[in-house]
């Protein structure tokens, strides 16, 4: 008998683990993985910045949990000695139209706390980025990077040896609830429990599912891809480079991440995928692909945002326009200095109604908490929202 199955070998999972295990280290607490190693999916394939909390409505889950979660992720880095670097970032409009989308990140940076963001005027902007083509930017000395692997993989070793137990290869394909625990049937075992945490990533609605009959969400997936700049090129890049984002999409569109490895990498797009884990541009699962197509909501976005999509696709097939896009940024960047490179996954919550779901959701019953939306910046938040999901959790057993 478990007192709690966490369901989930990201870093939202693992954070959930090991602050549950801070905070009440009697408990018997379990997490299952699919796959025979930890953060295979999103957290592996994160470029690894350390988001500030810039971007999200003052209030909401994202921005509390992503503001607290970035001073937890210092303190925990600074704790056990992972190296981590606070470069900062600056975000370019390099259109007229553009102008007004910065005031409105300047102002609601400020409302959010934010109070060391600078506005810059061209000569400034190129004082940090000299090789970067824009009429004005804003200057975000918060931002860092660091590796949420080494990160996780942290967690992992400290949950392990507080007393907490981790299966991989473990597929869960089944939930059964009885009076007062329920059962998780794995590919190989059945496990005991009085609550189980949902933190399955792309696959968290489909676990929420189980149970519950209707759920007014799914999980779309979006897949980005990536080129690194070749080692003569890096210089090109001091910091972090973001356009001014789409406030009608949740992403933030093509930029330079100057990484915690050296590399700059460059990227991602976001286009639909084909497979919950289709890293390749050709990956299909029928079923999954017939799932989303079918999900009313996703028949909305279709609908609404075909003209940005279609623009994705083209920089996802042609590297010669995902060129042009990284050129409105810095103009000297040539389609040879990209290096093909890896490609994650994002998993994007969809309403029935045909929204993308922007903030954090978490929905909860008598026998189990779904994290059924965590995007960007969730593993900056990490700590903040495992921290969330405790209490919730405590609660629920009644500590």
């Not at 945490?197 to 999980?219: F, M, P, Q, T, V």
Request: net charge positive; proline share 4%.
């Amino acid at each position: 008998m478990q007192d709690i199955i966490i369901i989930g070998g990201g870093i939202v999972g693992l954070a959930t683990a090991f602050k549950l295990k801070e905070t009440q280290p009697n408990l018997k607490i379990t997490l299952v993985e699919k796959e025979n190693e930890l953060v295979k999916h999103q957290t592996g394939n994160n470029s690894g910045v350390i988001h500030s909390g810039l971007y999200y409505k003052p209030g909401s889950l994202k921005a509390i949990n992503c503001i607290n979660g970035y001073n937890m992720l210092l303190e925990f880095a600074d704790k056990h000695k992972i190296k981590y670097n606070l470069c900062g970032k600056v975000v370019v409009a390099t259109r007229k139209e553009e102008l007004d989308g910065l005031e409105n990140l300047y102002k609601r940076g400020i409302e959010n706390g934010l109070t060391k963001i600078k506005k810059l005027s061209v000569l400034e902007l190129k004082e940090i980025e000299p090789h970067v083509n824009g009429l004005a930017g804003l200057h975000v000395p918060y931002t860092g990077i660091i590796d949420y692997t080494e990160v996780s993989e942290k967690m992992a070793e400290l949950f392990k040896l507080a007393g907490g137990i981790i299966h991989l290869g473990q597929k869960v394909i089944n939930i059964k609830n009885n009076e007062s625990t329920s059962i998780v049937e794995t590919s190989s075992m059945s496990l005991e429990t009085k609550l189980i945490i949902n933190c399955a990533g792309l696959y968290s609605d489909k676990i929420a599912a189980i149970n519950k009959e209707k759920i007014n969400i799914r999980i779309i997936p979006f897949r980005g891809e990536y080129f690194l700049l070749k080692p003569e090129k890096r210089h090109l890049v001091k910091t972090l480079i973001y356009p001014v984002p789409d406030p009608n999409f949740p992403f933030l569109g093509v930029h330079f991440t100057n990484m915690i490895d050296g590399n700059v990498e460059c990227g991602p797009n976001a286009v639909f995928a084909f497979k919950k884990e289709g890293y390749k541009l050709f990956d299909f699962d029928f079923q999954e692909f017939w799932e989303s197509i079918t999900w009313p909501g996703f028949q909305k976005v279709a609908i609404k945002y075909w003209k940005t999509g279609l623009g994705e696709y083209k920089r996802s097939f042609s590297k010669t326009s995902f060129t042009k896009a990284l050129q409105r940024l810095i103009p000297e960047i040539q389609k040879d200095d990209l290096i093909p490179t890896h490609a994650g996954v994002r998993a994007q919550a969809c309403d029935r109604e045909g929204g993308l779901l922007d903030d954090f959701a978490i929905i909860e019953d008598k026998y189990i908490i779904n994290v059924c939306n965590a995007p960007s910046p969730a593993a900056t938040s990490s700590l903040s929202i495992g921290k969330t999901i405790c209490e919730m959790a405590l609660k629920k057993l009644k500590f």
